[in-house]
């Protein structure tokens, strides 16, 4: 008969190894967390970036109120001879001041155009979030539609770059005409990080735009060196509605109706005619 003394080292040796795994594995979920909160912060900074204010709030601005007290400015280009009114979502370095500088060619092209700020940008106040922004946007529709009085099958929602996100919250909320995304992304996150990596992403329109009903049209630039086309690409892939493209060779990312000239306005004029 054998006798055995003291501890199995194998065995110690296994429970430390455990116990350090353990540690590292908790330091390293401690770590995740910790980014995770502080990309929720840093997100909204990269998201909703503030550009100086470049207007003065003159008479053809009209502010709406929100129920939680904020201001959120909007501004009307009326074309009396105009079948559709584009509901305009600007993107996220940009203001009524500089919307205001490239709107008019869509005057100019037959469509009237209704657009605002979001919280935070030019003369709305507040502070922006995801929830919140799709809630301006969604009043800001109402009052397009109540007080100007513009029925929901003439209203076009237009998404560009961050204005995306919010159109296509709209489009599954509310009725509209059409539905156009220029330059759009599949999340917030994923401009930056490519694939998913942290909880609590924004915007997530590749999730979204499959249970889209109204017909699509997807712009996007295959330049483009701020949201890359392959984001376009997604998008439009996924939409299961009635669907258009147009795709620029070489487009950039903002002003891409000055890049490619004639043939923009021809593809959204294709896309408003064959709308029911």
């Known amino acids: ?40 912060f840093v997100s909204l900074k990269m998201i909703f970036p503030r550009p100086p204010v470049s207007y003065a709030l003159t008479p053809d601005f009209v502010q709406l109120g929100t129920p939680d007290g904020e201001k959120i400015t909007t501004r009307y280009w009326p074309n009396p001879s105009a079948k559709y009114t584009v509901l305009y979502l600007h993107g996220n370095y940009e203001d009524l001041g500089g919307v205001g500088e490239y709107l008019p060619r869509f005057v100019a092209a037959g469509y009237a155009a209704f657009s605002m700020d979001y919280r935070h940008y030019g003369y709305s106040t507040g502070e922006p979030t995801e929830t919140n922004t799709n809630a301006d946007v969604r009043m800001a529709y109402r009052y397009l539609r109540d007080t100007l009085h513009v029925p929901a099958e003439r209203i076009l929602i237009f998404g560009y770059s961050l204005g995306s996100g919010p159109a296509v919250e709209l489009a599954l909320d509310e009725p509209a005409a059409g539905l156009v995304l220029q330059g759009p992304y599949v999340s917030a996150y994923r401009v930056r990080t490519v694939v998913r990596l942290l909880p609590g992403d924004k915007f997530e329109n590749l999730a979204k735009v499959p249970r889209l009903k109204l017909p699509v049209l997807v712009i996007h630039g295959t330049g483009d060196g701020t949201i890359p086309f392959w984001h376009g690409e997604a998008i439009y892939a996924a939409i299961t509605s009635r669907k258009e493209k147009l795709f620029v060779d070489g487009g950039p990312h903002s002003r891409l109706e000055e890049y490619t000239g004639e043939p923009y306005w021809r593809a959204l004029k294709k896309f408003t005619d064959s709308l029911p």
Request: glycine share 12%.
């Open 1 to 40: 008969m054998q006798h055995y003394s003291g501890s199995n080292p194998d065995k110690f040796k296994m429970s430390e190894a455990i116990a350090v795994a353990g540690k590292i594995g908790a330091f390293c979920l401690a770590g995740y967390v910790l980014v995770a909160v502080l990309g929720h």
